[in-house]
């Protein structure tokens, strides 16, 4: 089983900034996909951004703002969030795909989300 856990979240005034990061822990052999999703009130979960291999995705509503990355060696992915608006307010989860080691099984893993608040 393959854990993430998020931290950083917080409330932030519009054009403040925030730092979010997921730790994956457990049976991991490989973490072939890692990102960030977001649900705000009333909506439908979307991406943010998402690491696969050496390629980054963003959504184009966060392009020039987040920059995701990633530390390999502590299986930690980061969400750098600059120059916040209100409408980025939502509960943002990790995501982690890869294959385990105990069982050689595909995982798809989420985090417990963490609340990220921008005021106006």
């Known amino acids: 089983q393959v854990r993430l856990v998020e931290s950083g979240g917080g409330l932030v005034q519009a054009g403040g900034s925030l730092r979010l990061s997921c730790t994956a822990s457990g049976s991991i052999f490989s973490i072939n996909v890692i990102g960030w999703y977001r649900q705000a009130p009333g909506k439908q979960r979307e991406l943010v951004a998402v690491c696969s291999g050496d390629s980054t995705n963003y959504a184009d509503s966060v392009k020039g703002r987040f920059t995701i990355s990633r530390d390999n060696a502590k299986n930690t992915v980061y969400l750098q969030m600059n120059n916040l608006k209100p409408e980025d307010t939502a509960v943002y989860y990790c995501?982690?795909?890869?294959?385990?080691?105990?069982?050689?099984?595909?995982?798809?893993?989420w985090g417990q989300g963490t609340q990220v608040t921008v005021s106006s």
């Open positions: 995501n982690a795909r890869g294959l385990q080691s105990s069982v050689w099984r595909p995982y798809d893993s």
